[in-house]
């Protein structure tokens, strides 16, 4: 049993960092049905590759088509909650752009198992192909739905990236997970600022301030605004106060520790940062996403929800910026900064 394929190579992925690992056969996602429901009741928003590459969500065999096996892999990142000032950003966001770091420790475990199997394939999944992860991660074992849909393990809680590992090897599966341990808890629910949760295991990402200040082009729908308070990009409320994540052991990957540069950042700053500015600070992290526009227009609505008048010069300069949505945050920030203070229009 000690020298099966199936457990050298979880003791391969823990070497390389990965938590948790667990087997689950290559089958159609449980939560299909569940994801195609989501996506017709318009969930999504304008995350208009979810639709484009929902059938292939289906089976895993979209990705790789010989698949037989799906690896499923945690890498914990958790961490003290960078701030900067009033100013937030989500965890898993401060260190190097995990999908770099994922990519890398993939490719050295594939390249393990094609050392110890010649010739066989695989394909490593890192939230760029249409793979139900969280399904994959349930089948294979690693934990279980929150009411949060966040898949939670019992000792890491939450705050791990998912990374699968599709190969054509036939592997034993781990048992899946069947149980459900949030019990009567829905902390979750009643703690989402913008209240995102429609009930329990559902989220409208539409009104989730991850969506808002990462995926969402455009302005942020006003009535929404107060509810992303300081958070400049993306959001933990829903993790920091689920029970399961009060004892969760700090992450050890070293790429993925705070970035100095992510550490102090100044929404009163960012509000003006340049194109060249934004591309020298933010490539190769999880910031990178928003591009320039969205950045400064998550900082207006920070200062916005945040600041005292000290911000307005800043935000002045902001009105007068080439970006309408730039511009228009700025004007919303301006007016809520002057409001507080009692200063009008
Ligand atoms: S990430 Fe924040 S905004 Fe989104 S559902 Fe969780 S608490 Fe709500
Ligand atoms: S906060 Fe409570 S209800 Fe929400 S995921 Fe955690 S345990 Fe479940």
Known sequence: MIDTLEHRLKIQARSLGFELAGIAAAAQADGFDQFQDWLARDFAGDMSYLRRLAPARRHPAAILPDVRSVVMLGLNYYGAAPSAGEARIARYACGEDYHVVLRRKLNELLAWVQAEVPGARGRGVVDTAPLLERDFARRAGLGWFGKNTMLIHKRLGSFFFLAALLL??????????????????????????????????????????????????????????????????????CQDVCPWNRKAPWGREPALQPHADLEALDPAELVGITDAEFRRRFRGTALWRTKRQGLARNAALVLGNTAGIEALPALEAAAGDADPVVQEAARWAMARIRERAGTGG
């Open 168 to 237: 054509d090897l036939d592997l034993h599966p781990d048992a899946p997970f069947e149980a459900r341990h949030c019990g009567t808890c829905t902390a979750c629910l009643d703690a989402c600022p913008t209240q995102a949760f429609v009930g329990p295991y559902q989220l409208d990402a539409r009104r989730c301030i991850s969506y808002l200040t990462i995926e969402l082009r455009g302005p942020v729908a006003e009535e929404l605004r107060a509810g992303v308070g300081p958070w400049l990009f993306g959001c933990d409320i």
